[in-house]
């Protein structure tokens, strides 16, 4: 472990919730220090400055301590009101020997510019937006594409995306990788973090954290997590796992594991600190994936940095999915039922949501995180303890995550994991992704909208074939065999989602902004009756993961034709009211619909907030468009 000096920044500055009154920053520091926060921007001909400093406006900056090197800031500023569509710069600052220094890096502007800045949009003119980011896939980082992007926008004089919405999976709490794992628990050390007190390990010599650091076990973590009986005819006696990922050899426990994660997949700070070699403990076949592992992670490391400038200069909206915490995060009734009766599985889910909680959540909508700060703050002096317990019931029972930006049109966020419909006919059939209640709140919010930009991380329009094959796995019982979640497998749920979109009150245009599947494709959906909304689906999926290719080259071509225009498949599901027209891809052979590249989606946007066009980024200076093609409609 290396023991060189930390910085005083370990993480950010993130732009986060951003508008004419107000500006939100979020960052990790080593040390409890004073920041001062410099506005500037040109207006009739001459220089405005704003200047906040956490003496002075003490309200505005709220510090959290986290560990005995690592305390988390949000810097939530009630600001004279901004200029609209005018770049504003920024610096943050902190008291030193001689006065105020930057403590930002060299780097984190762009080279034309001598400091980070951004904008208030008038209008939402342009999006970034993807899920699925996995550090040791063998694939490139989208975020990495996104900064040259940015990088050559400036240069050119040109404009930049307004905002970046993470539609899930910022991390993989169930696929961790053995290099990312080692590295976590070394940074755990330097850091300093309390032990948590931790019960119902598998194996009954683990009573805390510092009992599981100090016997890692990587790739071995599976057989710790929690098990429940397995009560049939044929399995009676037999235990199964709670998390049935398959990748959960490294699976996250502690709550330390699940915050200093976010810290290894947003910067490189902290990788600096840490020694990568092999641990001694791995046999023959363990250290074979460790070195394979390994090379995908440091090539993963190398565009930490564009990453960490992207989030400096574009405010983020954030929301979580399933790998954020596990896999099959309340797929189902069942599920709940054991995840939450099992005081293992029950401190995991909570420790990743109290790590969403301070890394996402917090920025999203600060002033809820207000009435949260005393109980959080007592939560990390002492993890595992009745404050803990306290808040993490609150976290998995009372909150609702979803959120509203108040852009033109409106960024609405929805949450599609706690406010689930569950299936009354069966404790196993996939929960609707939001129930009654959260659908008729979402209705009241989009009233009376002319257009909206709506996020839900998975598709509300899927590809039909994939979703006929998860509800025929679901009736033969193995709905966690194909992640059987989306918006069409639970009654509820469909007719409320696509009732909303008939509304007479509902807005007239609707842009869908979706990931999770590791494929990207664009959907223009139309009623037959044309008195419906205009609704364009766009996924865009993974930032770094991708689909095994030849198979979603053959569910593509099946798709299109097994649902062609004239297929009476079409008429035996739920949306045959609905004429859903897939876009093809700009130079790709065959008329393929689904790209499977890792990337990142942008989305053009008119005066009405009308998306104009759609391309992936796939490259450092590669797009592949969209196009639609209305003519080849599919009747759904």
């Given at each position: 472990m290396?023991?060189?000096?930390?910085p005083?920044?370990?993480?950010?500055?993130?732009?986060?919730?951003?508008?004419?009154?107000?500006?939100?920053?979020?960052?990790?520091?080593?040390?409890?220090i004073?920041?001062?926060?410099?506005?500037?921007?040109?207006?009739?001909?001459?220089?405005i400055?704003?200047?906040?400093?956490?003496?002075?406006?003490?309200?505005?900056?709220?510090?959290?301590k986290?560990?005995?090197?690592?305390?988390?800031?949000?810097?939530?500023?009630?600001?004279?009101?901004?200029?609209?569509?005018?770049?504003?710069?920024?610096?943050?600052?902190?008291?030193?020997?001689?006065?105020?220094?930057?403590?930002?890096?060299?780097?984190?502007?762009?080279?034309?510019r001598?400091?980070p800045?951004?904008?208030?949009?008038?209008?939402?003119?342009?999006?970034?937006?993807?899920?699925?980011?996995?550090?040791?896939?063998?694939?490139?980082?989208?975020?990495?594409?996104?900064?040259?992007?940015?990088?050559?926008?400036l240069?050119?004089?040109?404009?930049?995306?307004?905002?970046?919405?993470?539609?899930?999976?910022?991390?993989y709490?169930?696929?961790?990788?053995?290099?990312?794992?080692?590295?976590?628990?070394?940074?755990?050390?330097?850091?300093?973090?309390?032990?948590?007190?931790?019960?119902?390990?598998?194996?009954?010599?683990?009573?805390?954290?510092?009992?599981?650091?100090d016997?890692?076990?990587?790739?071995?973590?599976?057989?710790l997590?929690?098990?429940?009986?397995?009560?049939?005819?044929?399995?009676?006696?037999?235990?199964?796992?709670?998390?049935?990922?398959v990748?959960?050899?490294?699976?996250?426990?502690?709550?330390?594991?699940?915050m200093?994660?976010?810290?290894m997949?947003?910067?490189?700070?902290?990788?600096?600190?840490?020694?990568?070699?092999?641990?001694?403990?791995l046999?023959?076949?363990?250290?074979?994936?460790?070195?394979?592992?390994l090379?995908?992670?440091?090539h993963?490391?190398?565009?930490?940095?564009?990453?960490?400038?992207?989030?400096?200069?574009?405010?983020?909206?954030?929301?979580?999915?399933?790998?954020?915490?596990?896999?099959?995060?309340?797929?189902?009734?069942?599920?709940?039922?054991?995840?939450?009766?099992?005081?293992?599985?029950?401190?995991?889910?909570?420790?990743?949501?109290?790590?969403?909680?301070?890394?996402?959540?917090?920025?999203?909508?600060?002033?809820l995180?207000?009435?949260?700060?005393?109980?959080?703050?007592?939560?990390l002096?002492?993890?595992?303890?009745?404050?803990?317990?306290?808040?993490?019931?609150?976290?998995?029972?009372?909150?609702?995550?979803?959120?509203?930006?108040?852009?033109?049109?409106?960024?609405?966020v929805?949450?599609?994991?706690?406010?689930?419909w569950?299936?009354?006919?069966?404790?196993?059939?996939?929960?609707?992704?939001?129930?009654?209640?959260?659908?008729?709140?979402?209705?009241?919010?989009?009233?009376?909208?002319?257009?909206?930009?709506?996020?839900?991380?998975?598709?509300?329009?899927?590809?039909?074939?994939?979703?006929?094959?998860?509800?025929?796995?679901?009736?033969?019982?193995?709905?966690?065999?194909?992640?059987a979640?989306n918006?069409?497998?639970?009654?509820?749920?469909?007719?409320?989602?696509?009732?909303?979109?008939?509304?007479?009150?509902?807005?007239?245009?609707?842009?869908?902004?979706?990931?999770?599947?590791?494929?990207?494709?664009?959907?223009?959906?139309?009623?037959?009756?044309?008195?419906?909304?205009?609704?364009?689906?766009?996924?865009?999926?993974?930032?770094?993961?991708?689909?095994?290719?030849?198979?979603?080259?053959?569910?593509?071509?099946?798709?299109?034709?097994?649902?062609?225009?004239?297929?009476p498949?079409?008429?035996?599901?739920?949306?045959?009211?609905?004429?859903?027209?897939?876009?093809?891809?700009?130079?790709?052979?065959?008329?393929?619909?689904?790209?499977?590249?890792?990337?990142?989606?942008?989305?053009?946007?008119?005066?009405?907030?009308?998306?104009?066009?759609?391309?992936?980024?796939?490259g450092?200076?590669?797009?592949?468009?969209?196009?639609?093609?209305?003519?080849?409609?599919?009747?759904?």
């Open positions: 290396n023991k060189k000096p930390l005083d920044l370990l993480a950010g500055p993130i732009l986060r919730r951003v508008t004419r009154e107000q500006v939100a920053i979020w960052m990790a520091l080593s040390r409890p004073e920041i001062q926060i410099e506005l500037s921007y040109s207006e009739k001909g001459g220089v400055h704003q200047v906040f400093n956490s003496i002075a406006h003490k309200t505005s900056f709220r510090i959290i986290a560990a005995d090197a690592l305390y988390y800031g949000l810097v939530d500023l009630k600001v004279e009101p901004l200029p609209t569509e005018t770049e504003i710069n920024y610096q943050v600052l902190t008291q030193d020997n001689h006065g105020w220094a930057t403590v930002l890096p060299s780097d984190l502007h762009y080279p034309s001598s400091l800045s951004f904008k208030v949009p008038q209008k939402v003119r342009q999006v970034l937006h993807g899920s699925c980011r996995n550090p040791h896939t063998d694939t490139e980082d989208g975020l990495v594409f996104a900064d040259c992007k940015i990088d050559q926008a240069q050119q004089g040109e404009s930049v995306p307004d905002l970046l919405v993470f539609s899930g999976d910022q991390i709490a169930d696929d961790v990788s053995g290099p990312m794992l080692n590295a976590i628990h070394q940074v755990i050390a330097r850091l300093g973090f309390p032990p948590e007190s931790i019960e119902a390990f598998r194996d009954e010599s683990l009573k805390s954290s510092s009992d599981l650091y016997r890692p076990a990587l790739y071995r973590r599976d057989r997590l929690p098990t429940q009986d397995q009560d049939s005819l044929f399995f009676s006696g037999k235990k199964k796992p709670i998390f049935t990922t990748n959960g050899k490294n699976h996250l426990i502690t709550l330390a594991e699940f200093t994660m976010y810290l997949v947003w910067y490189t700070t902290l990788w600096t600190h840490v020694e990568l070699s092999p641990p001694k403990s046999d023959q076949e363990e250290r074979i994936k460790y070195q394979s592992e090379k995908r992670v440091e993963f490391i190398e565009g930490l940095s564009s990453a960490r400038r992207l989030m400096a200069h574009i405010p983020v909206a954030m929301i979580f999915d399933d790998p954020d915490i596990s896999d099959d995060w309340n797929l189902h009734r069942a599920w709940e039922e054991s995840a939450y009766g099992h005081p293992l599985s029950h401190r995991i889910i909570s420790n990743g949501l109290i790590a969403y909680l301070i890394h996402q959540g917090w920025g999203n909508n600060p002033p995180f207000h009435s949260l700060f005393d109980g959080l703050k007592k939560s002096i002492a993890p595992g303890g009745d404050d803990h317990t306290q808040l993490s019931e609150h976290l998995i029972r009372g909150m609702h995550w979803g959120f509203q930006w108040e852009t033109e049109p409106p960024l609405v929805l949450d599609t994991r706690t406010q689930r569950r299936s009354e006919r069966s404790a196993e059939r996939p929960s609707g992704l939001m129930d009654w209640e959260s659908l008729t709140d979402l209705q009241d919010q989009i009233k009376g909208k002319a257009s909206v930009i709506l996020v839900s991380p998975a598709p509300v329009f899927g590809v039909k074939l994939i979703e006929v094959i998860q509800k025929v796995i679901t009736l033969l019982g193995k709905p966690l065999m194909v992640d979640e918006w069409m497998a639970h009654p509820g749920s469909a007719n409320g989602i696509l009732n909303i979109f008939r509304h007479r009150q509902t807005p007239k245009i609707f842009t869908i902004l979706s990931g999770d599947v590791h494929y990207s494709f664009v959907y223009d959906i139309r009623w037959r009756n044309k008195e419906g909304p205009e609704i364009c689906q766009i996924c865009s999926s993974g930032i770094r993961n991708t689909f095994p290719d030849q198979l979603l080259v053959i569910l593509d071509k099946l798709n299109r034709v097994l649902y062609s225009p004239r297929s498949l079409n008429w035996l599901t739920r949306r045959r009211r609905l004429r859903v027209s897939p876009r093809k891809l700009q130079g790709m052979a065959h008329g393929r619909r689904l790209l499977n590249q890792s990337g990142i989606g942008l989305v053009d946007f008119d005066d009405n907030g009308r998306p104009v066009r759609v391309s992936q980024v796939t450092l200076h590669v797009s592949t468009e969209f196009l639609p093609r209305l003519e080849e409609s599919v009747w759904h």
